[in-house]
């Protein structure tokens, strides 16, 4: 059990303390998940929406959080819809970027730089789920969050990760191959 599982469990027996040590594990994650729809939302009023109803949800006894690292998926997941409404409820949603590609470029692009983006998005797509989900996982977290604790949230050892890292990639740039772009010319 994590730190931050263990101090939702304190938070459900209704340990203010509690709480607030996990709003300090998660917060970091939370914001990071959120910096896609920097354009679109108040990051801000979304992050707080999401501890509001993170609290509520840790007095209720409805809801099994109990597996590593639950909590902090689940409130990822809950900012993430939070955006998404507020973008829609503010008529922004053209500023929010594709659902299935992460960290994805929002401004205009060259039709060029359209085309190898669709071309990776579809390869993404392709990949085995555990790679590309460790794929995404440092895509989302990667030089913010050490590779270890990316590991642990989804539930990989430290060199399961880094092997379905290398898996992932290499299955991208294979399918990228099939597509007739070479990895130099999508790298100049």
């Given amino acids: 059990m994590t730190t931050i599982d263990a101090a939702f469990a304190h938070a459900r027996a209704g340990s203010h303390e509690a709480f607030a040590v996990w709003m300090g594990g998660v917060e970091l994650p939370i914001r990071l998940s959120l910096r896609r729809f920097a354009q679109a939302v108040d990051v801000e009023a979304v992050m707080q929406e999401t501890l509001l109803r993170m609290w509520l949800l840790s007095q209720e006894r409805a809801h099994d959080l109990s597996r590593e690292n639950a909590s902090l998926r ?31 470029v929002v401004n205009p692009e060259p039709l060029s730089d359209q085309g190898l983006r669709r071309a990776i998005q579809e390869c993404l797509a392709r990949v085995a789920a555990r790679p590309r989900e460790a794929l995404r996982g440092r895509m989302d977290f990667g030089g913010l969050m050490p590779d270890r604790d990316i590991a642990q949230s989804l539930r990989m050892t430290l060199n399961t990760f880094l092997q379905n890292i290398v898996r992932a990639r290499k299955q991208v740039a294979a399918c990228l191959e099939r597509k007739g772009i070479s990895l130099e010319e999508a790298l100049s």
């Avoid at 809950?78 to 992460?102: M, Q, T, Y």
Wanted: proline share 10%; glycine share 6%; no cysteine.
């Fill in 74 to 104: 689940f409130a990822i997941g809950v900012a993430r819809n939070i955006a998404r409404s507020e973008a829609r409820r503010w008529g922004r949603e053209k500023l929010l970027p594709p659902d299935d590609f992460p960290e994805a």
